[in-house]
């Protein structure tokens, strides 16, 4: 069994900055992918992010320049950096592990872009 646990989300200002961490637990086998998607109210959950244990990244074309997601592999951690957030970027940001095209998922974090 896997478990992610995310931390890090809050109220922020448009322009400001956050950042989402994310970490791994349980049976991690070395070689995996990590991310992050979203869900705002009324939307279909939607990709953020996504690192490979090598690292490869992958970014949703909203959050290009914007966003930079990183990895731990020693620590089984994920963190998003999150800047020049806009309101549109409120969301409950979900953390991701995919092992052998399993997905596992944390209960999310939410961020509030908001004036």
């Known amino acids: 069994q896997v478990q992610l646990v995310e931390s890090g989300g809050g109220l922020v200002q448009p322009g400001g900055s956050l950042r989402l961490s994310c970490a791994a637990s349980?049976?991690?086998?070395?070689?995996?992918?990590m991310g992050w998607y979203r869900q705002a109210p009324g939307k279909q959950r939607e990709l953020v992010a996504t690192?490979?244990?090598?690292?490869?990244?992958n970014y949703a074309d909203s959050v290009k320049g914007r966003f930079t997601i990183s990895r731990d592999n020693a620590k089984n951690t994920a963190s998003l950096q999150m800047n020049s957030l806009k309101p549109e970027d409120t969301a409950v940001y979900y953390c991701?592990?995919?092992?052998?095209?399993?997905?596992?998922w944390g209960k999310g974090t939410l961020v509030t872009v908001s004036s």
């Open positions: 690192i490979t244990s090598g690292g490869d990244t």
């Open positions: 349980g049976s991690i086998f070395r070689f995996n992918r």
């Open positions: 991701n592990i995919n092992i052998f095209s399993v997905d596992y």
